[in-house]
C-alpha cells in the first residue's frame, strides 16, 4: 500500500499563505492524493484532490511533483480556523482502501 | 452539519454489553467506510462495504460486526469490547470504483468501562 509522510506540526501567521507538504514516494501511476482536515471532535472534511495535474478550489491548491513523489496542499490566506490537523491521504489502486497518514498539526496564530 | 449521520454521538458501555453504533447516508453513495481514531492519532480504516458486501475487513477483531442492511445504512454491531476499544468510530461513504472523496460524519465517542 502507497504510504504518506507528512511533518507532524507547522505553524502560519493569520493571513499568510501555509504551505503543507507531503511526500509519497511510493504512489502508483494510477494512484490519486487526497487531502482532508480535521478539527478538534469532527469528521474529516475532505479539501480537494488530484493525479498529476495542480488543482485549485475555493478551499486550496494542490502542486504534485512531476514525478508525483510529493505534493503540498497551499492554504492561501490562512485563518485561525484553518487550525487543524492535516491529512495526505492515497488511495490504494482501483481499491475502495484509504489509508490515512500520520497528519500535520497546522497551528494558525494571530 | 454533514450529509453522513452517525447515533448516537457518545455511548458508554461496558465489557459485558451488546451496543450498536449507527450510520445513514442519503446520496447515493453505495461504498460505506468504518475506521476507528484513537486520540491524537489518525483515523485507521476498519472494513468497507461496497454494493451491501463487505468487500475489507483490517483484520478486525470478532468482537466488532459490520452490517449493511441496504444502501443507505451501516451498523456497527459491538459486544464484549474491552478499555482499549475506547474511541472515535467514525463512518464514511463515496461513490465505488470512482475517484470521488470520501464523505465522513461526525463520529461516535465511544467509551468502554
Known amino acids: 500500500d502507497a504510504k504518506t509522510t507528512q511533518p507532524p506540526s507547522m505553524d502560519c501567521a493569520e493571513g499568510r499563505a501555509a504551505n503543507l507538504p507531503c511526500n509519497h514516494s511510493t504512489i502508483s501511476g494510477n494512484e490519486y492524493v487526497y487531502w482532508y482536515r480535521q478539527i478538534h471532535s469532527q469528521g474529516p472534511q475532505y479539501i480537494i484532490h488530484?493525479?498529476?495535474n495542480n488543482e485549485t478550489n475555493e478551499m486550496a491548491s494542490l502542486i504534485i511533483t512531476e514525478d508525483r513523489k510529493s505534493s503540498t496542499l497551499i492554504l492561501p490566506h490562512a485563518t485561525l480556523r484553518d487550525t487543524a490537523v492535516y491529512y495526505c491521504i492515497v488511495r490504494v489502486g482501483n481499491t475502495d482502501k484509504l489509508i490515512f497518514g500520520t497528519g500535520t498539526r497546522l497551528q494558525v496564530f494571530p | 452539519d454533514t450529509e453522513v449521520t452517525q447515533t448516537p454521538k457518545h455511548l458508554v458501555m461496558g465489557m459485558t454489553n451488546k451496543k450498536s453504533l449507527k450510520c445513514e447516508q442519503h446520496m447515493g453513495h453505495r461504498a460505506m467506510y468504518w475506521y476507528k481514531q484513537k486520540a491524537k492519532k489518525p483515523p485507521e480504516l476498519m472494513f468497507v462495504?461496497?454494493?451491501?458486501?463487505?468487500?475489507i475487513n483490517e483484520s478486525v477483531p470478532s468482537r466488532f460486526s459490520p452490517e449493511c442492511p441496504n444502501s443507505s445504512l451501516l451498523n456497527l454491531h459491538l459486544h464484549a469490547l474491552q478499555p482499549e476499544d475506547s474511541a472515535l468510530y467514525l463512518c464514511?461513504?463515496?461513490?465505488?470504483?470512482?475517484?470521488?472523496?470520501?464523505?465522513f460524519g461526525n463520529g461516535t465517542r465511544l467509551t468502554v468501562t
Open positions: 462495504y461496497s454494493y451491501e458486501k463487505l468487500s
Open positions: 488530484g493525479l498529476k
Open positions: 464514511a461513504s463515496t461513490t465505488t470504483g470512482g475517484l470521488s472523496p470520501l464523505h
